[in-house]
Nanobody, 122 residues
Framework: QVQLVESGGGLVQAGGSLRLSCAAS????????MGWFRRAPGKEREFVASVSESGRSTSYTRSAKGRSTISRDNDKNTVYLQVNSLKPEDTAVYYC???????????????WGQGTQVTVSS
């Protein structure tokens, strides 16, 4: 069982940056693939990025690539998402998730946080 708590969201102007954090409980954090997803108002939940158990492998959706960095600190049981050059269309609730497969498919992730709101003003 893993419990996930996101933080770091907020209101930011377009062009700004945010670093989202997701703290995990439990001793087995390093055995999970971690992912970040987001749900914008009126839209489906979508994949943003994922990181392998060791942190050596990462994957990004096209819109996030080049602007975002996912990383993890297994000693701190925390995964991060740094997003730069934020755009109004990045406004969404951002969720972290834990699973056993390195994938962008949300249904493969077993544990989810409650989400953190990111609002980007133009």
């Amino acid at each position: 069982q893993v419990q996930l708590v996101e933080s770091g969201g907020g209101l930011v102007q377009a062009g700004g940056s945010l670093r989202l954090s997701c703290a995990a409980s439990g001793r087995t954090f390093s055995s999970y693939v971690m992912g970040w997803f987001r749900r914008a108002p009126g839209k489906e939940r979508e994949f943003v990025a994922s990181v392998s158990e060791s942190g050596r492998s990462t994957s990004y959706t096209r819109s996030a690539k080049g602007r975002s960095t996912i990383s993890r600190d297994n000693d701190k049981n925390t995964v991060y998402l740094q997003v730069n050059s934020l755009k109004p269309e990045d406004t969404a609730v951002y969720y972290c998730a834990a699973g056993n497969k390195f994938t962008s498919a949300a249904y493969e992730y077993d544990y989810w946080g409650q989400g953190t709101q990111v609002t980007v003003s133009s």
